[in-house]
Nanobody, 120 residues
């Protein structure tokens, strides 16, 4: 089994910064990609940023230039540095990872979610 444990988040004023981290542990053969999604009340979960094993990065247009995703392959950890936060960034942020637990079996895993609140 694989677990994703998130940390970070909290409450910040608009224009401030927060950072999130997510560590994967358990039966891990290879991590294909890790990333962050978010869900505000009454909305669908949406992609924030992803990074694949080759270092390829994808950002939602709404966070480009403000958020930075990074990954430590040795620690199986993904980070999200969030700068210039806006009230519309308020949401529960979820870590996501595509992980092979053996050479042929892979699954899509989610963290428990962490609240990010930005006050105006």
């Amino acid at each position: 089994q694989v677990q994703l444990v998130e940390s970070g988040g909290g409450l910040v004023q608009a224009g401030g910064s927060l950072s999130l981290s997510c560590a994967a542990s358990g039966s891990i053969f290879r991590i294909v990609a890790m990333g962050w999604y978010r869900q505000a009340p009454g909305t669908d979960r949406e992609l924030v940023a992803t990074v694949n094993a080759g270092g390829g990065i994808n950002y939602a247009d709404s966070v480009k230039g403000r958020f930075t995703i990074s990954r430590d392959n040795a620690l199986n950890t993904v980070y999200l540095q969030m700068n210039s936060l806006k009230p519309e960034d308020t949401a529960v942020y979820y870590c996501n990872a595509y992980i092979y637990s053996d050479p042929r079996s892979w699954s899509d895993y989610w963290g428990q979610g962490t609240q990010v609140s930005v006050s105006s």
